[in-house]
């Protein structure tokens, strides 16, 4: 450094026209920065150190600083700093900042700052910020920020922030924010967020957000959010929500980390969720009558888990139950039916103790099994196991009695028998009430009783009826006579029971009034035919598609819980269709509401994304037009002297206005400058520099 020391007086000065131009500065921009815009250039060309004037046609306000910048411009107003920069334009307004920036340019309002950047580019109103951004664009309205942003650009209003965002991309409207994303993007309004998020994409209007989300798609509307979510896929309208998530049919949405949805319109809900294939059921027999089942062609399906990875499904609103309704069902409508079917076995069991109590003879019923055990009817000495033989044998000893009365014409019309001691016969004639007449061995005692009686006919073996019977008490140890009234009511008692039983077990069961016996019934219950109303009853109960189980998955038939499992063919999943929408915070949701919340989810997500990268393109367009406003003021070049300067510039779309003063010291060698820009975004800027000569 030169051992000039600058007087005091003069530091002083400096001081208080520092000072005064900072007051100044803020006094004239502070309007200027609410300006709608800023405009006014000189009609002449303006060169800076280093640069050439070459061959310049009808242009005027051209600007070029820098070695060789500006070299074979066509147009006006167009501004080149750097080396080699703005060679090769034709157009107006355009602007390059930066080494080997702006060249080979042809439209209007491009902007490109950062070396190497914005060359090749034919369009207006393209920008680029950083090296090599914004290179080889064939287009309008196209933004790169970031290093070897925005190159290999065909179309209008394409976006990219991020290093190496937005590359090879031949459509317009799409946007890029990330690193490495939005490569290889041939379509339209195409969105990915995301480091190396939406690239080898080929269709329109596809979303991705996420760390390599939404790459080598092929397709329009899909949405991918999640880090490698959305990806390899043919497909429309797909919604992938969560790390790895996948929906690779169209229609298909799959929400949560590894969730797959593989088949059109499928929905896979929940972590490691995946869907299979439809399983149509058109219906089943069941106790030998057939059934057609609503919702026997399902279009999709639903899973909320994986095979050995099941979920329950809690909450669940009681479904209508019809023979057309396809609602679900939840455990409160299922312990229902499950009372229901305990209640008619109930009734079962005390029916079956009934008619064995009225069979009697040891007849027992089995509650378990419902089996009855046969009674043992003992007549003559001989055992009967059913009511029918019983009869026919009771019966048979009856015509055997009428046999054995004996004609009453000469013999009493009852008579004693008593082999070993022969009495007095026959005392009295037929009809006068008399006692029957003496025997020798085997020959009938007509006074004396015995414990033998015979009815004589009108010839021998010729039966006799007797009528005018009383009822006998009918006990377990009675000896009285029976009349016919009485059998008759015992044989309707026990048809009435047997039809009863058989109207109640039902299945086919057939009460056979000449042999007392009822037919097995025959339950089909999910496929399995059986002919006991217990086994109906348990295989009901644990071959049932909604199954109870306790909160470690294993199955509890006979206890309700609060935990349901939906049991398909094969123990595969369930599909749950015509699911109303949700109210409630703990109600199931259907398909409907999932894509009406995300699609309107990602709608603002979209809105508030482009709204934030314009803001941005403006606010940046606004500093760099206060860059150039600040850079265009001349300066002091007198010993002693001092300058008041103002700049003007604009760049795409924005404008800025710069006021700046310069002071050269008495001895020429120092030199103080202060300069201050307002743009028409609203943003200020203020600079100070020294400088000293030798």
């Given at each position: 450094?030169?051992?000039?020391?600058?007087?005091?007086?003069l530091r002083q000065r400096h001081s208080l026209q520092r000072s005064s131009l900072y007051l100044s500065l803020l006094a004239v921009l502070s309007p200027l920065a609410q300006a709608d815009s800023v405009s006014g250039f000189g009609t002449d060309n303006t060169y800076g150190a280093g640069a050439v004037d070459p061959e310049i046609t009808s242009n005027s306000g051209n600007s070029?600083?820098?070695?060789?910048?500006?070299?074979?411009?066509?147009?006006?107003?167009?501004?080149?700093?750097?080396?080699?920069?703005?060679?090769?334009?034709?157009?107006?307004?355009?602007?390059?900042?930066?080494?080997?920036?702006?060249?080979?340019?042809?439209?209007?309002?491009?902007?490109?700052?950062?070396?190497?950047?914005?060359?090749?580019?034919?369009?207006?109103?393209?920008?680029?910020?950083?090296?090599?951004?914004?290179?080889?664009?064939?287009?309008?309205?196209?933004?790169?920020?970031?290093?070897?942003?925005?190159?290999?650009?065909?179309?209008?209003?394409?976006?990219?922030?991020?290093?190496?965002?937005?590359?090879?991309?031949?459509?317009?409207?799409?946007?890029?924010?990330?690193?490495?994303?939005?490569?290889?993007?041939?379509?339209?309004?195409?969105?990915?967020?995301?480091?190396?998020?939406?690239?080898?994409?080929?269709?329109?209007?596809?979303?991705?957000a996420g760390f390599s989300a939404g790459n080598n798609v092929s397709g329009d509307n899909n949405i991918a959010i999640g880090r490698t979510s959305g990806s390899k896929i043919s497909a429309n309208d797909t919604v992938a929500i969560g790390t790895d998530a996948s929906a690779t049919a169209s229609d298909a949405v799959a929400l949560g980390n590894r969730a797959s949805a593989i088949?059109?319109?499928?929905?896979?809900?929940?972590?490691?969720?995946?869907?299979?294939?439809?399983?149509?059921?058109?219906?089943?027999?069941?106790?030998?009558?057939?059934?057609?089942?609503?919702?026997?062609?399902?279009?999709?399906?639903?899973?909320?888990?994986?095979?050995?990875?099941?979920?329950?499904?809690?909450?669940?609103?009681?479904?209508?139950?019809?023979?057309?309704?396809?609602?679900?069902?939840?455990?409160?409508?299922?312990?229902?039916?499950?009372?229901?079917?305990?209640?008619?076995?109930?009734?079962?069991?005390?029916?079956?103790?009934?008619?064995?109590?009225?069979?009697?003879?040891?007849?027992?019923?089995?509650?378990?099994?419902?089996?009855?055990?046969?009674?043992?009817?003992?007549?003559?000495?001989?055992?009967?196991?059913?009511?029918?033989?019983?009869?026919?044998?009771?019966?048979?000893t009856l015509t055997s009695l009428d046999t054995r009365i004996t004609d009453l014409r000469d013999k009493s019309p009852v008579q004693y028998s008593n082999p070993q001691t022969p009495t007095q016969a026959n005392p009295y004639a037929p009809g006068s009430g008399g006692a029957g007449g003496s025997s020798s061995a085997g020959s009938v005692n007509g006074i004396t009783p015995t414990?033998?009686?015979?009815?004589?006919?009108?010839?021998?073996?010729?039966?006799?009826?007797?009528?005018?019977?009383?009822?006998?008490?009918?006990?377990?140890?009675?000896?009285?006579?029976?009349?016919?009234?009485?059998?008759?009511?015992?044989?309707?008692?026990?048809?009435?029971?047997?039809?009863?039983?058989?109207?109640?077990?039902?299945?086919?069961?057939?009460?056979?009034?000449?042999?007392?016996?009822?037919?097995?019934?025959?339950?089909?219950?999910?496929?399995?035919?059986?002919?006991?109303?217990?086994?109906?009853?348990?295989?009901?109960?644990?071959?049932?598609?909604?199954?109870?189980?306790?909160?470690?998955?294993?199955?509890?038939?006979?206890?309700?819980?609060?935990?349901?499992?939906?049991?398909?063919?094969?123990?595969?999943?369930?599909?749950?269709?015509?699911?109303?929408?949700?109210?409630?915070?703990?109600?199931?949701?259907?398909?409907?509401?999932?894509?009406?919340?995300?699609?309107?989810?990602?709608?603002?997500?979209?809105?508030?994304?482009?709204?934030?990268?314009?803001?941005?393109?403006?606010?940046?367009?606004?500093?760099?037009?206060?860059?150039?406003?600040?850079?265009?003021?001349?300066?002091?070049?007198?010993?002693?002297?001092?300058?008041?300067?103002?700049?003007?510039?604009?760049?795409?779309?924005?404008?800025?206005?710069?006021?700046?003063?310069?002071?050269?010291?008495?001895?020429?060698?120092?030199?103080?400058?202060?300069?201050?820009?307002?743009?028409?975004?609203?943003?200020?800027?203020?600079?100070?520099?020294?400088?000293?000569?030798?």
């Amino acid at each position: 450094m030169s051992d000039v020391q600058t007087p005091s007086h003069l530091r002083q000065r400096h001081s208080l026209q520092r000072s005064s131009l900072y007051l100044s500065l803020l006094a004239v921009l502070s309007p200027l920065a609410q300006a709608d815009s800023v405009s006014g250039f000189g009609t002449d060309n303006t060169y800076g150190a280093g640069a050439v004037d070459p061959e310049i046609t009808s242009n005027s306000g051209n600007s070029a600083y820098g070695f060789n910048a500006g070299a074979k411009v066509t147009g006006k107003h167009n501004t080149t700093v750097g080396s080699n920069a703005g060679v090769n334009v034709e157009g107006s307004f355009n602007s390059a900042v930066g080494r080997n920036a702006g060249s080979n340019v042809v439209g209007d309002n491009n902007t490109y700052a950062g070396n190497d950047s914005g060359n090749g580019v034919k369009g207006r109103g393209n920008t680029g910020f950083g090296i090599n951004a914004g290179r080889t664009v064939n287009g309008m309205g196209n933004s790169g920020l970031g290093a070897n942003a925005g190159q290999n650009i065909t179309g209008n209003f394409n976006s990219g922030a991020g290093n190496n965002a937005s590359n090879r991309v031949n459509g317009s409207f799409n946007s890029a924010n990330g690193a490495f994303s939005g490569w290889n993007v041939t379509g339209d309004t195409n969105t990915a967020t995301g480091a190396h998020a939406g690239k080898q994409v080929n269709g329109s209007s596809n979303f991705a957000a996420g760390f390599s989300a939404g790459n080598n798609v092929s397709g329009d509307n899909n949405i991918a959010i999640g880090r490698t979510s959305g990806s390899k896929i043919s497909a429309n309208d797909t919604v992938a929500i969560g790390t790895d998530a996948s929906a690779t049919a169209s229609d298909a949405v799959a929400l949560g980390n590894r969730a797959s949805a593989i088949n059109h319109n499928d929905v896979a809900l929940g972590a490691g969720s995946q869907t299979a294939a439809a399983q149509p059921t058109a219906g089943a027999v069941i106790d030998g009558n057939a059934y057609i089942y609503a919702g026997s062609k399902p279009a999709s399906v639903v899973s909320v888990g994986a095979q050995d990875a099941e979920r329950q499904i809690s909450n669940v609103a009681a479904g209508r139950v019809t023979g057309t309704s396809t609602d679900a069902i939840n455990g409160s409508q299922l312990f229902a039916t499950h009372r229901a079917v305990n209640l008619v076995g109930s009734r079962l069991n005390s029916l079956g103790g009934d008619i064995a109590n009225y069979f009697g003879a040891g007849a027992v019923y089995n509650p378990f099994t419902g089996n009855m055990s046969a009674p043992s009817y003992l007549i003559q000495g001989s055992n009967y196991n059913n009511v029918g033989d019983a009869f026919k044998a009771v019966n048979t000893t009856l015509t055997s009695l009428d046999t054995r009365i004996t004609d009453l014409r000469d013999k009493s019309p009852v008579q004693y028998s008593n082999p070993q001691t022969p009495t007095q016969a026959n005392p009295y004639a037929p009809g006068s009430g008399g006692a029957g007449g003496s025997s020798s061995a085997g020959s009938v005692n007509g006074i004396t009783p015995t414990q033998d009686v015979t009815l004589v006919g009108n010839a021998p073996g010729q039966p006799v009826s007797l009528h005018n019977v009383q009822d006998g008490v009918v006990a377990r140890n009675s000896k009285d006579a029976v009349n016919g009234g009485q059998l008759q009511q015992t044989r309707q008692h026990l048809h009435n029971q047997g039809n009863s039983v058989t109207n109640t077990l039902g299945a086919g069961s057939r009460y056979d009034a000449n042999t007392g016996k009822v037919s097995n019934p025959t339950y089909t219950v999910y496929g399995n035919n059986t002919s006991n109303v217990g086994e109906a009853i348990d295989k009901l109960q644990t071959g049932a598609p909604v199954q109870y189980s306790d909160a470690h998955g294993v199955a509890t038939p006979d206890v309700p819980s609060n935990d349901v499992t939906l049991s398909g063919r094969n123990s595969g999943p369930v599909a749950v269709h015509n699911v109303a929408p949700g109210i409630q915070g703990t109600d199931a949701v259907n398909v409907n509401q999932l894509h009406s919340a995300i699609r309107g989810g990602t709608q603002g997500q979209f809105d508030q994304i482009r709204s934030d990268v314009n803001n941005l393109r403006k606010d940046a367009m606004g500093a760099a037009a206060g860059a150039m406003a600040m850079a265009s003021m001349p300066q002091a070049y007198l010993p002693g002297r001092s300058m008041l300067a103002s700049g003007m510039a604009t760049t795409g779309g924005e404008a800025s206005m710069a006021v700046g003063l310069s002071t050269l010291s008495d001895n020429g060698k120092w030199v103080f400058k202060a300069n201050g820009s307002a743009d028409t975004r609203g943003q200020m800027g203020v600079g100070v520099g020294a400088g000293f000569h030798w």
